[in-house]
Structure formats: C-alpha cells, structure tokens
C-alpha cells in the first residue's frame, strides 16, 4: 500500500496537533481544580505518579525511545552515521527518563545516593545532556545533514523542556521563596496558589518541548523511511 507523502506527513501534524491541545486541557483542569488552596483533581495532577499528565509525558518520552531502538537494529556499512550505538545510547537514556518520569525514580534513589532525589539531580541531567552531545557530535551532525527541519524542532522542543525542567525548578530554590517572603510574607495560601502556578508552567513547558521532539523525531523517521524506498 503507497500511502502519499503528504498524507503521511498531514497525518503527523495532525498527531501532534491532538497531543498538543490535549496537554492545554491537562494545564487548564489541572490549575483550575487546584484554585484557590485546594488539592488538584488526582487525575489530573501534574505533579503525581501515574496520573494522565506523567502518563503523557511517559508515553511520549518512551515512543521516541522505541523509535531509537528501532533504528539501532537497521544496519550500517562500516563508519556510516549516525552509528547503531548512537541510536543504543540514547534509547536507553530516554527509556530511564520515560520511567523516571512515570515512578519519579530520582526520588527513590535518595536513599541509595543521597543527592539524586535534590535539586541536584538538574546537574546529574545537565552532565548527561552534555557529554551525550559531545560524544556523539559527529552522529547529531550526520542527522543535521540528512533533514536539517528535525535537528530544528528538535532542538527547539530540547530548549523548551530544558527551561521548563531546569530553570523552573531553580526558581523554586531561589527567587520563589525571595518574592513570597518579601511581598507575601503571612499570605500562605499565596505561596500554595504560586507553587500550584510554577509546577502548572514546569511542567506544561516540559511537556510541549517533548512533545516538539517526537515531531521532529517523527518527521526523520518519515524522511528515513522514504529514502530507503
């Protein structure tokens, strides 16, 4: 069956589209069930285990995996990239982050390493990033060569989910106790609502940057695809 390429590609915006409408209603329940103090419809909560918005964030960080993996079976002429262990390597971080994202595994190792269920697990993450980056330069370079759009959104989905992740959850260490202390000082319910609104804009960030990701992952496999026909 020849499906037209740009049905295939409709049908990817299309997807993606859907996610993307569907994580606004998640932000949307999520801020207005937990207003002004009260604790946010389970379901829907974005700071849980196992709720619809860890499950989204889960599902779309293991779909890329899976897409990874797959491409680390296809084989390679000798000193062709990106190499199968380049696409290994990062399938099998993204399997760890889907699960952690799902169980919060770096909260339960903090009794085995005392430091990953801190902030300082945003350095752990920044370590990994990087040194991924830097060891497989030249694989990242060969998929920029290949369709230069993925690298884009990819890199703008990494950028989203990684001010999200990491800038927010600094904020929380730094300028939110500040701002609630000097202008909100015996206003509790305050600093509850603000901390209800950063993990609403945390997490919400986290989630369109992965899910701009797996477009661009999408949108290399479709390209991929057309060219080994």
């Known amino acids: 069956m020849n499906i037209p390429p740009q049905t295939v590609k409709r049908g990817i915006d299309y997807f993606i589209g859907g996610l993307i409408v569907w994580q606004i209603i998640i932000m949307i329940v999520y801020l207005v069930s937990g207003w002004p103090n009260r604790e946010p419809y389970h379901p829907f909560d974005m700071d849980g285990r196992l709720t619809i918005p860890t499950l989204l964030q889960a599902g779309i960080i293991l779909s890329i995996s899976l897409i ?17 262990s380049f696409w290994l390597t990062v399938a099998v971080l993204l399997l760890y982050a889907g699960l952690d994202e799902m169980f919060k595994l770096h ?3 903090s009794g085995l390493v005392p430091i990953v269920g801190t902030k300082y697990w945003i ?3 920044s370590f990994l990033i990087v040194t991924t980056g ?4 030249r694989d990242f ?3 920029w060569d290949f369709y230069r759009p993925s690298v884009i959104w990819g890199l703008s989905g990494l950028g989203i989910a990684v001010f999200g992740a990491f800038v927010w959850e600094i904020f929380k260490y730094t300028l939110l106790p500040l701002l609630l202390s000097d202008f909100f000082p015996h206003r509790q319910i305050v600093a509850a609502f603000a901390e209800h609104l950063r993990i609403t804009v945390e997490e919400g960030l986290e989630t369109f940057g992965e899910i701009l990701i797996l477009y661009a992952v999408l949108l290399y496999a479709y390209k991929k695809l057309e060219s080994w026909r």
């Open 68 to 84: 990874f993996f797959a491409f680390s079976l296809v084989k390679t002429k000798p000193g062709e990239k990106p190499r199968r």
């Open 107 to 109: 909260l339960g190792f």
């Open 123 to 125: 350095g752990i993450y």
């Open 134 to 137: 830097v060891l497989f330069y």
């Open 141 to 143: 370079k060969a998929v």
